[in-house]
């Protein structure tokens, strides 16, 4: 089935994800609550979205024979992880209909696929070059100039597989600790800010976004998010325009989340795409009428797609392995009318592991920064 087609899953079906992290269980939980049944397929037991799942299959990514009963006890597959191979989309196919279809996770899914595209539709990204070989690298360094950022052009996340590169005579050294022949070399971007759009866009074509988020890092991990962003009225239009851009052009059915600098001259520059919700959309669990997961399930199922509606200024913060170490204080936070906490059910806190978040609302974005922060205080002073 392809995704063009007018497809509608009504409640009582069984939507498949694929992967089994904290977007699967938050996608899960906005499933259950519209009453669909959930199945999950993942090589990990006792996972997170596994918890809530009705059934969940234990097997690798390329288990031909799991992935087939799989497509065939489910009404629509979905992801939450979307580095899973062509084959693999290819047999869930065969079944069911598959949304984002495989073409969108085949170009999202490799860096130097994902920049020609971005490219072939006038989206502005940062130069870059493929890279597969120590004399390509030093060719594109030469090129590009330095400073530059050398990452794997595959199967990346979170600032892993990337290597920052400030002279040229480091470049040997980058190669060799990346391990692979199949890198970009991006110019590194001297941005104010770094921005994200949480879009959705449905079987007929409709084209919803969240307000247009700041993202702040720690370590390459996304630590804060503040939802909206400050940002001018024409940056806010021009960033919606180019995600719809390119969920047009991708012709996702799903929610998809443009990662964007924003440079000190103004312009907006993609980073990467994500094919599913993302981290930064997690405020909309609190702050917004429909959530980027109800929003993520509306569009897979062909169900009405609502523009979202934000209901106050609301910040994000992350909630680490190394946040919540010895007896953490949740009682801290759960006394607070205003912060919501929410965990994902992982065992083990390992540092830079993602355990929670909790989302601030407040009357300013500068209150609910405040707000989250000393939130987050609390929880790791205990
Ligand atoms: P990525 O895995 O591509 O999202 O990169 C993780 C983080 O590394 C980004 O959120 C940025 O903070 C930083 N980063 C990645 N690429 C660049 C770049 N070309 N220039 C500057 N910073 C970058």
């Known amino acids: 089935m392809s995704p063009g087609s007018n497809l509608v899953i009504e409640p009582g079906a069984t939507i498949g994800i694929l992967g089994s992290g904290q977007l699967g269980r938050m996608l899960a939980m906005a499933a259950r609550r519209l009453g669909y ?22 097997a690798a990514y390329d288990d031909t024979t799991a992935l087939e009963a799989f497509a065939q006890s489910v009404d629509v597959v979905t992801f939450e992880f979307e580095n899973v191979n062509a084959e693999a989309v290819a047999v869930l ?14 170009t999202t899914q490799h860096r130097v696929r994902e920049k020609t595209f971005l490219a072939s539709i006038g989206v502005p990204t940062t130069p870059w070059r493929s890279v597969k070989s120590l004399d390509e690298l030093n060719d594109a360094l030469q090129t590009l100039g330095t400073p530059a950022v050398l990452k794997t052009a ?22 060799a600790a990346l391990g692979s022949d199949d890198l970009i070399l991006e110019a590194h971007v001297d941005f104010v800010r770094e921005l994200s759009v949480v879009a959705a866009r449905g079987q007929d074509g409709r084209f919803v976004a969240y307000p247009i988020v700041e993202n702040r890092h720690r370590n390459h991990v996304l630590d804060l998010t503040l939802a909206p962003a400050p940002l001018s009225a ?3 239009t021009l960033a919606r325009a180019l995600a719809r851009r390119i969920l047009d052009a ?3 059915v799903g929610v998809l989340a443009v990662e964007l600098f924003e440079g000190r001259d103004g312009r907006l520059l993609v980073n990467e795409l994500a094919p599913r919700p993302h981290n930064s959309g997690h405020f909309t669990l ?9 929003l993520q399930l509306r569009a897979v199922c062909g ?4 523009e979202p509606r934000q209901r106050c200024p609301a910040v994000m913060a992350n909630l680490l392995g190394e946040d919540l170490l010895g007896s953490p204080d949740y009682a801290a936070v759960l006394a607070s009318r205003d912060v919501r906490l929410h965990l994902y059910g992982k065992a083990v806190a ?13 009357l300013t974005i500068e209150d609910a920064l405040s707000k989250a922060l000393t939130a987050r205080d609390a929880i790791r002073r205990a």
Do not use: W
């Open 350 to 362: 390992r540092p830079g592991r993602k355990m929670g978040h909790l989302t601030a609302l407040g």
């Open 154 to 175: 595959g199967f990346g996340y979170d600032g892993k597989g990337q290597r920052r590169i400030d002279e040229v005579a480091e470049a040997e050294v980058a190669f």
């Open 93 to 106: 196919s065969r079944f069911v209909a598959v949304r984002p279809g495989g073409a969108v996770l085949h």
């Open 234 to 236: 024409d940056r806010v």
């Open 250 to 252: 991708l012709d996702v």
């Open 303 to 306: 169900l009405p797609l609502l």
């Open 37 to 58: 049944g959930v199945a999950v397929y993942s090589p990990e037991p006792n996972s997170p979205a596994g918890q809530l799942a009705d059934q969940t299959t234990v």
């Open 286 to 294: 609190d702050a917004c009428d429909v959530d980027q997961f109800e």
